[in-house]
């Protein structure tokens, strides 16, 4: 990993090529409104609001995204990567655009990532050289700067570190999820690929976010240490909830079962997500 590289910064290095095919905030939001919202997520964020519980979104994605999903599940608060696309627009001439669809032509020409890594490093290295006023204008919110808006947060509530709740899935949300981890807190992978499930203490695989519940709820009403002894929920519980539940699987991860939960995860992840399952 590049020096002061962090997971999701992707996203800042696209914005150029975004920009030379005309997308618009309009645009982003469109899709936005096309994406699926995993089944139980309103019903999730509902309880725990009756539970009184301080609900944020922390999320890589862009603003038009984020803020589109979180406000159709309820959530207020959302930290998440700025995107003020009209304006940036303003960095790019027509020199400029003929190098971006130039550098495009040249990713596009890779056979692969592990065959061609030095040529596609040596593009986004002059893009992001030749495009650095916007790269300092996108601040992506990913990697350890999840878990800096998580410290963050606990400064201005006066929250513990060890009173908090993560869930996250993919590599920008390991730091978050170990450091939640290592504060003693709740830290959980949800349908994870192999980094998130490295760096958390649960694992939820499920098609629906109902059995998320049933360890936030353990968590607030007996503790962290009770909850590691009792991670499966009782009868009574899963009979409860067992038709909106649908398959589920809830593990505490260690080195012993961390493959078998992996295939697990990778496979409901690939089938609730489709293609996007396959991204890190």
Known sequence: RKKGHEPGDTLALIVPFLIAHGITSKDILEVSENATINEGAKYLVDMLKEMNWKVVVISTSYEQHALNIADKIGIKEVYCTGL??????????????????KAEEILLSADSVEKDIEKIDEVFTEIKRKFSSIFRKVKVIGG?????????????????????????????????????????????????????????????????LYPLLYLFHTFDLKGI???????IPPEDYKSFMREKWRYWRIDRIDIHNLHDVLEVHMKIREEVRKSAGKLG
């Open 225 to 231: 240490d009770y909850l590691r002894e009792n991670f």
């Open 144 to 208: 350890n700067r999840k878990f800096e808006v998580i410290k963050e947060i606990s400064a201005k509530t006066g929250i513990k570190l060890y009173d908090f709740a993560v869930v996250g899935d993919s590599i920008t949300d390991v730091a978050m999820l170990g450091g939640i981890k290592k504060m003693g807190g709740v830290s959980i992978a949800f349908n994870a690929n192999r980094y998130a499930l490295s760096n958390a203490e649960f694992a939820v695989a499920s098609y629906t």
């Open 84 to 101: 003020p696309i009209e304006s940036l627009k303003e960095e790019i001439n027509k020199k400029s655009m003929k190098m971006i669809l």
